[in-house]
Each structure stands twice: as C-alpha cells, then as structure tokens.
C-alpha cells in the first residue's frame, strides 16, 4: 500500500526521473522518460491488493520529436516547482501550477489537461502521491451524512472534532482535498454501512426522509465521477472501520463506470489503485434488472451509451459473469434509467420500498 | 438575336435610339440595375487602360460612385484617368460614337471587345435619367482642359453637345493636372457587393494590370485602393492580318467587296497572314480560280469556293494548300511574374504559382492561355475557389459555370494536388482562387453577352495543360511545406528544447551540463536543406542562400539543383560554388562528400529583377540519401523543362524582331493619335455586327465626323 513520502524522499525520487534524461545525454542519446502505458490494454488484477494496477508494458518518451521533449522539459520544470514547494512549505493547485508554467518559457503547457496529465506522469514513476508532491485537484470533495465522528486539522493547525449529523447543517460534512492522517483522523462511529450516491437530487431526498438514521447508514455524495479524496476516505472508512460500502447510482454505462473506479481502481489511477479503490464495494442499482423489475421509466440507450457499454464488455474489470449479464442486459433492453425515475411511485418510494428491498438482499437491511 | 438586330438594320427607317437601346440591352450590358453600373464602369475604365497603354503611360484610374436618390436608384460616377486626354474635336467622336464599320481586317489582341463602347454608357445615362454625361479631358500640350457635355436627342435620335469649353483643372493637391479625361455621369443604377461588383470588377482588373494604380470610392465613402506593382507596360502588340483558317464567309465577303487590290494575287498576298507565293499559288488553284482575276468579279460562287481552298476543303494536289501559321507577336501576355505580383497584392496568401504557355493557334488565330494559383492565407478553406476569369485582360464576372475556361479547371482531379473536389469532378474546394487568361486575337464567346468562353478543343487542351502544371506545383509545395514544418520542429528542438534539457537536469542533479553533440544526430539522422530567398535593398538584387547540413554518422556527397527565373531575363551573379546550367531555369552545383556533423553553403544573387519577382527558390537534389528541405531530381520534370525551353527558344527568335521594336518604343505619351486609336477597338470576332445601328447612322451624330 502506497503511503505518504517525506520532502526528502519524494525528491529522491524525482531525481531518478531527471536523472534517466540527464545520462542518456551524457551517452549521447536522446533523452528518455520511461513510464507504463495506461490504457485499459495494460492494466490487470492484482490478487494481493484485490484491485487494477498497471501491467508490464512500458512506453519510452523520447525527445526525438518536438511534442515528447517539450513534455520532458515540461517534466524538468514540474520537478524544479515541487522542489521549491517542498522547500517552501506550500501547496498549490493543478491549476495553479498550469498558470504558473507561463513564466517557463519552452516548457509552458498547452493545456490544463497537459498539466495534469504530466502531474500524473509523474505520480507513477516516482510513486510517490500527488499530495507528496503538494499538488491539490481542482475537483471538490464529497458531502457526507451520517452518525460518524472525525477530527479534521483546520487551517490554523488545531484539531477539531466533527460529527457528520449533529455538527453539520443539511448539506453536510464537505471533504477536504487531503484526506490523510496528517489530516484526517477517523474517531468512532454508529453506523452499519455506507452508502454512496451519485446525484446530489437523490442524497438530499434520503437526508430529508431520514434515511440514514432509520437505518443506521453514513451517506456519501459523490458528484458524479467521484475525486480522489472520496474514493480515498470511502476506502479508509471501509477498512478502519470496516463497514461495507453500497454504492446507488443511475442505471447507465457511465455509472458502472463508476462503480468500477470505485470498486477496482480508475485506469487513469491504477498506479495508485490499493490507495483508492474500496474492493469490498458492492453495486446496489439502479441494475438492467430493476428497470424491468420495478418498471421504471427509461429512456432509450444513445449511440455514445451502446459504444460505451461495449468496450466495458471488453474491459478487464467487467469480466466477470455477474457484470457480463448486467451490460448484456442493458444492451438488449436498450435502456438506461435515471435514480431519480423511482419518484415514480412517490417520494418515499425509494426510502421505504426499493432501498430496503435491495438492501436486504444484501443482508444489510 | 441577329435577327431582330438585322430586322432593325433593314426594315425599319425610323428607329428610335431608345427602342433599339431597349431591345439589345441584354448584350449591351445593360439588362440590370447592378449590371448596368457595372458596365459603365468597365466602359470608362477599359477606355483608360487602352489609352494609357496605347500612349505608354502607367495608369492612375480613380472611379468614384456616390447615390444621388436611392430611393429611385440614380447613382453617380465618376471615372478620371491620367491617360493622354482627348482633342476637343475628338471628343464628341469617342462619346457619340457607335462602334461599327471599323477596319475588320486587322486582327490584334484588344481589350474592347465588348459591348459598345462608352457611348452606351452616355446612351445609357440620358434614357434613364435625362442627364447628359460631362467629360473633362486635357491633352498635355494644351494648357487648358476641354469640357462639354454630351447627351442624346432622343426625338431627332442624335447625340447632342453642349456647355462646350475650356477650364483649367487642377489636381486635388492644387497643382495643374497634365493630362487626363474625367467623365461624369448620372444613370439609374444600383450598387452592390459580392461576386459580381464594381469592386470585384476592378479587382479582378487591377490583378491583370498590375502596372496600374486603380482607387475606388464606394457610395459609402470607403476609399479601396491597388496600388501599382510594376513599372513595366503591357508589351505593345502588332497587328496581324487574318489567317485564311479563321475566315468566315461573310468576312470575305466584305473583304472582297471592299478591295482595292489589283487582282486576286495581289489579294490574298496583301491581305493575309501566313500566304507566301507558293500558298497563294495552291490557294488559286484549289479554288479553282485564276489568280489575276480582278477583285470585281469575284461573284458568290467563287467567293465561296476560295474558301473552301483556305478551309482545306478543296484541294491542292490532293492537299489542302501548304501555309504558315500566324505570328504570335500579336499576342500580349500578362507574363508568369506579373500575374504573381498581381495576385499577391490582391489576395493575402502563402503560395503562387503562375504559367504562361507558348503560345498556339486554333483555327487561323494566335491564342496564348495563361494560368495562376494562389492558396493559403486568409481565404476560406470550405468553399469553392474563386475562379477569376479573364479573356484579353477584360474580367469575366457573369455565366461561370458555361465557361471554357471554368471547364477547364472542372476537368482536372485536383485532390491529387491537395485541394478537395467532390468525386474528383467539378470546382475544387479549398482556400484557393485559380486564374485563368485567354489572351488571343479572336475570342469567341458562347453568346452575345460575351461573358463565357465558347467550347474549343485546342484552347480546352491547352488550358488542362496548364492547369495539371500548375497543380503539380501546389503539391509540390504543399509537400514542400510538410516537410519545412517537420524541419523547423527538429531545429527548435535541437537549437531550443535540447540545450534546455540538457541544462534544466544538470542544474537540479548539480551536475556539469553534458555535451549534446551526440543526441543531436541521433535525433536529427537526416542530411537537411535551408533555404533563403531574399530582397537586397542595396545591391538591388534578389541573394538566394542555400546550406546543407550533414546530421548523420556518414559522409553523404550530393548534386544539388536550384530554380532560378531565367525566362524572365534574370541573371546570375557572385554564383561562387561555381556549377553549370543542367536546363533552362535549373542551375546545378556537385558538393564534395560532406562529413558527418559538416554544413556547407551556396550563394549566389539574381540581377535583372524586380523586388517581389522571385521569393521562393525551389531546391532539388541527387543523391542517395534523402535529403529534408529538398526535392529528389524527378528527371521526368526536367525533360518537361527542356522540352519547354526548346519551345522557348523557337519563340524567341519569331519574335526576335518584335521584341526589338517593344524595347525601343517610346514611352512618351502621343495624345494627337492616342485616343482615337484607343477608342476605336477592332473588334475582329464581330464577323458581321450582332448591334447593327439605326439605319443611316454610323455615330450618334449622324455620320458626320
């Protein structure tokens, strides 16, 4: 498992990185940055962490052409700020990073995008974390509900205790970028599962039902594809506390994305999958099962949702059989259904009918 | 359409101006509010140029339009020259003449075929408005300028003339103006933008004369303006007689009836081009017909007989009569250089090519087909060139798509030279406009409006051939440009990125920073070529730079070839790598071996041209390895230049003569024949008047000038 480096370390190791350009120059080569190809084609099951890492298959940048040595001087110039954050003792934003790249002449990006791709470059062959490297996403954290107690350390250094349903107001507990022990320390909790849900419309709708006390559940909003710092906390209240996690989602291709990032690591990620990913998750629905199963009101699948829900067929992470029929079954029924389509039967249907149905398949309810 | 011209010609006595105005005006130019105006200006503008050329002076045109009324659509405009100026006795004879009866009989290549000339325009301005249209014109020798103001009797059917005078006239700045016409005048007319404008007609006029400075204020007061981009005058041309091969039957006729040569012999000695002695003699007895006949009697049959001698029908000893082609020195090209800067100044761009073919003949007539690319810049990469077409210098703005010349361009599949075109078929998309010229002494048009040229074979072939030239060269260069960017990215790299690495990892190790000597050929691996092609302001030549560097672990020894414009009179000087001319217009240097990591340079400047004349220089080599920045040596290219150049050189010595007499022409200005010469165009397609004129009438004044 991946854990935080010191100042000292993670400098260290992004040498090594400068250093692979720096003697290939003295050899009279072109200079090179070796890293893994990340695409879904080179990541694969890693039985001891229980998630997706990356495979074996390397991809060499070399500076023998103009767009891969602007990357390495790209590189160069990223290691030389994070050095002098380090030394600085500051943070600053992928974005912010992005702006200040303007004052490095050749090596300015041409894109955020590029920018935060390069910071992930070299998350992976360092291996060291982008909080090592003081770098914070833009993304925001989560919101989160629930009889659960936490000490967070503010801005001014001092600890303060939180609990996620009497210290907070209806929107919740928000989750900082940095969910570290440095920063975060889970206290106690009296809960018996975690849920996590993907639109807000449908966490505010369980918060005003009551949902998570009557029964007994901490709620995690997780804004769509969820950011780093959510699926990091989901998975320290996963194994500190060893809750199982459910995860409620639209039924679509893009949540079963979801889920999978969640459950099994993101492709993007997957040098950082045994720190990310919750294996212990489990899909609660919307499924292709409840559609028919609950007669929801659906909407035909669009051409992006059919060439999605294809390559998951092929993706390492839906191969089991389980999933093999949920996407085979979505494909035939050529729908897709929103969490919100349960509003069909009322507000409480999904509070008092559909979640404690499939809840108690699961045991948990 | 002839007949309701010959109708009005034969039957009716009294026609009124207006009515015979009225029925014709849709090839008068004049079947629009927008046309119309369009006319007038291309009337005033074309007498301008002609005047100018004609008297050797470089044009300055300015053409204003104002609306007087636009709720009845009365414009104003106003088109002042500095041509040679008009006599005062002249005057009423340019602008109330009609343009028939001219010499038939001499064929050159000239601007006014079309229309009526600018006494349309006055005809034009008095039907619709009333006005009489007012000149100004000042010869240089007179201190004064002449003023009068023509205008049409429409009830008596004869121009009229009044306020006759002199005024001194004076030019914007307060200074005398020398010499010159204005005209005034005030139709019913409607001004508009786009295709077809007086702005895109004067447009399209300033890219084929680009010895001219033409300003043009529009009714909204914007001022546009091409300037001038060459001091060189269009070359004077010669007249030639007809050719026996382009003769039609009411042409002779006419010639026959009007001869005053002693007899047949003398006939077609006298009045012929290409009849030697012996042609004359096969011609007579092909036409069976004794060759000392008078011209009187010439009746009918033997007319049309001596016809079918020329057109081969009949015989000579079971040949059709040997004779020689016409002389092309009656041609006046525009010339590869000069469509270039034209098109340059006019349309922003990044790339021109231009050709202008040797000269052929189809039917008995000279014709020369000049063609121009022009690409890249600001114009629009998703919609169908601009075609810009053009028959002796005269814009054609109407009738696109039945054009020869449109035609031409549609025959060839321009995706293999980079431009889109749907099934390889039609107009080519792409951010291009496309020139095309015929210059010939008989451009024959599909109708009476005279704005699409008629099918022709030879004319079609010719024009394709330049046209698949011209689009080798755009590939050439669009290639050409691939592999220049691939260059440059490599140079940035090695001469920026590189050293910056090299510097940026050495600094965070704390470490020496390496020598990058062997990473720059391991990148490079490739032999490369840079060129520069230059303007010297002070030595007033054009100095061509080329450098080879050899970034590979080899020697590599290479021949290497330039393009240089020798057809223009260009002339090669400080050449100090020596070489020897491998073609017309290809210079080329053998190099010793270059070593690996070595550069080598060839210098050399141009004499003889203008500033913008030559900007690109195109390099080629020989050699095994390839070589980025340079062409490999097609050797099918070349035999096409020297097949070229062979024909070039016959040319030039036809033309010997002629091109002496064109050097010593003086370039003074000659206003006591200038004008009348200028405005009396010989208007040679017209074999038999499409407009015949009210009966009795040759001028609006009633024949009496």
């Given at each position: 498992m991946s854990r935080m480096h010191t100042p000292e370390e993670t400098k260290a190791a992004m040498h090594e990185v400068v250093a692979e350009m720096y003697d290939r120059i003295v050899k009279g080569e072109p200079p090179t940055m070796t890293l893994p190809v990340r695409t879904k084609n080179n990541i694969g099951f890693d039985k001891k962490l229980g998630v997706y890492k990356y495979g074996k298959k390397q991809s060499i940048r070399d500076a023998t052409s103009l767009g891969s040595a602007k990357q390495l001087l790209r590189a160069l110039h990223v290691v030389e700020f994070i050095e002098e954050m380090l030394d600085a003792g500051k943070s600053s934003t992928l974005r912010e990073m992005y702006y200040i790249s303007e004052s490095w002449g050749m090596g300015k990006f041409g894109s955020q995008n590029e920018s935060n791709n390069l910071a992930e470059d070299l998350e992976i062959v360092t291996k060291c974390l982008r909080e090592d490297f003081k770098l914070r996403p833009e993304e925001d954290g989560a919101r989160m509900i629930g009889n659960l107690t936490l000490r967070e350390r503010n801005r001014r250094g001092e600890w303060m205790r939180i609990n996620a349903r009497d210290d907070v107001g209806d929107s919740g507990y928000g989750v900082p970028y940095n969910v570290e022990l440095e920063k975060i320390e889970l206290l106690e909790h009296d809960i018996d599962f975690i849920m996590a849900i993907e639109t807000g419309g449908m966490f505010d709708r369980l918060i005003e039902n009551g949902f998570d006390e009557d029964f007994r559940c901490g709620l995690l909003h997780l804004k769509g594809q969820p950011a780093r710092s959510t699926r990091r906390i989901m998975k320290r209240m996963s194994e500190e506390w060893d809750l199982p996690v459910v995860v409620f989602l639209d039924g679509d291709p893009w949540s079963f994305r979801i889920f999978a990032s969640i459950a099994y690591g993101a492709i993007k990620t997957a040098h950082i999958s045994e720190y990310l990913a919750t294996p212990s998750a489990t899909y609660l629905g919307i499924t292709a099962d409840d559609i028919v199963a609950y007669d929801l009101p659906s909407d035909d699948l669009s051409k992006k949702d059919i060439e999605a829900l294809n390559a998951e067929l092929s993706d390492p992470r839906f191969a089991d059989s389980w999933w093999q029929d949920q996407i085979n079954m979505m494909l035939e029924l050529g729908k897709k259904a929103e969490q919100q389509s349960l509003a069909k039967y009322g507000l409480d249907f999904v509070t008092e009918t559909y979640l404690p149905e499939k809840l108690a398949e699961l045991g948990l309810a | 359409m002839s007949g309701i011209a010959q109708k009005l010609a034969s039957n009716q006595k009294q026609v009124a101006i207006s009515e015979f105005f009225e029925k014709n005006k849709h090839f008068l130019g004049f079947d629009s509010l927008a046309r119309s105006l369009i006319t007038a200006v291309k009337e005033a503008v074309d007498n301008a140029l002609d005047a100018c050329e004609e008297a050797r002076i470089l044009p300055t045109i300015r053409i204003q339009i104002s609306k007087l009324d636009p709720k009845k659509d009365i414009i104003k405009l106003v088109v002042e020259d500095n041509g040679p100026g008009i006599p005062q006795k002249s005057i009423e004879k340019v602008f109330g003449q009609l343009l028939f009866g001219s010499r038939f009989h001499a064929i050159r290549q000239s601007r006014?075929?079309?229309?009526?000339?600018i006494t349309g325009v006055v005809m034009y301005c008095q039907l619709t408005t009333g006005r009489t249209t007012h000149v100004r014109s000042k010869i240089a020798t007179e201190p004064t300028a002449a003023i009068v103001d023509i205008g049409l009797d429409t009830r008596k059917n004869k121009a009229t003339k009044a306020n006759a005078g002199r005024e001194m006239w004076y030019n914007e700045d307060g200074s005398s103006k020398e010499h010159g016409t204005e005209i005034t005048a005030q139709m019913k007319a409607k001004y508009q933008k786009g295709r077809q404008s007086v702005w895109q007609y004067l447009r399209m006029t300033s890219i084929v004369n680009p010895h001219a400075e033409i300003i043009f204020i529009d009714p909204e007061g914007e001022k546009h303006h091409w300037t001038r981009v060459t001091e060189r005058l269009p070359t004077k041309v010669e007249s030639i007689k007809p050719h026996p091969h382009g003769i039609e039957l009411g042409q002779l006729q006419r010639m026959v009836s009007e001869s005053n040569d002693l007899n047949l012999n003398h006939f077609l000695l006298n009045n012929f081009s290409g009849v030697t002695n012996r042609a004359r003699k096969e011609l007579c007895q092909a036409a069976e017909l004794e060759g000392t006949r008078k011209m009187k009697t010439l009746k009918g049959d033997d007319i049309r007989q001596l016809l079918e001698a020329f057109q081969g029908e009949r015989l000579f000893n079971g040949q059709p009569a040997k004779l020689l082609k016409p002389p092309t020195n009656c041609l006046s090209p525009i010339e590869e250089i000069l469509i270039k800067k034209g098109l340059s100044k006019t349309i922003d761009s990044r790339f021109v090519t231009t050709l202008t073919r040797v000269p052929s003949v189809t039917q008995g007539n000279p014709f020369q087909v000049e063609v121009g690319l022009i690409f890249g810049g600001t114009m629009a990469g998703d919609k169908p060139v601009e075609i810009l077409r053009f028959a002796n210098r005269v814009p054609l703005m109407y009738q696109q798509g039945g054009c020869l010349l449109t035609k031409a361009i549609e025959s060839v599949d321009w995706r293999q030279y980079g431009l889109d075109q749907a099934g390889g078929k039609g107009v080519p998309k792409g951010p291009a406009a496309i020139l095309v010229h015929l210059a010939s002494t008989n451009v024959q048009f599909t109708s009476e409006a005279k704005e699409a040229l008629a099918d022709n074979g030879e004319v079609m072939e010719e024009a394709r051939k330049a046209m698949l030239e011209m689009g080798r060269g755009l590939r050439k260069h669009l290639e050409k440009k691939k592999k220049m960017a691939k260059t440059k990215e490599k140079f940035e790299l090695i001469n920026d990125i590189l050293p910056a690495i090299a510097e940026k990892s050495a600094q965070l190790l704390n470490r020496p920073v390496p020598e990058l000597s062997g990473s720059i050929t391991k990148i490079m691996s490739a032999v490369i070529c840079e060129s520069t092609t230059e303007w010297n302001k002070e030595t007033k030549q054009t100095d061509v730079d080329i450098v080879l560097f050899n970034y590979t672990t080899r020697p590599r020894a290479y021949t290497i070839l330039a393009t240089w414009p020798e057809k223009s009179g260009a002339k090669m000087e400080n050449n100090d790598t020596g070489g020897r001319k491998e073609a017309l217009g290809v210079w080329a240097w053998k190099l010793e071996a270059l070593q690996p990591g070595e550069r080598k340079h060839i210098t050399y400047s141009l004499s003889g041209l203008e500033r913008g004349d030559w900007t690109e220089t195109e390099i080629l080599f020989r050699g095994a390895q390839d070589v980025i920045g340079a062409t490999k040596m097609d050797e099918k290219f070349l035999q096409e230049i020297r097949r070229q150049e062979q024909l070039f050189l016959e040319g030039e010595n036809e033309n010997t003569q002629s091109a002496q007499t064109k050097n010593e022409s003086s370039p003074e200005p000659n206003p006591q024949e200038a004008p009348i010469a200028a405005t009396a165009p010989v208007t040679t397609e017209i074999v038999e008047p499409a407009v015949a004129p009210p009966e009795g009438q040759r001028t609006l004044f009633g024949g009496d000038v």
């Open positions: - | 006014g075929q079309q229309g009526i000339g």
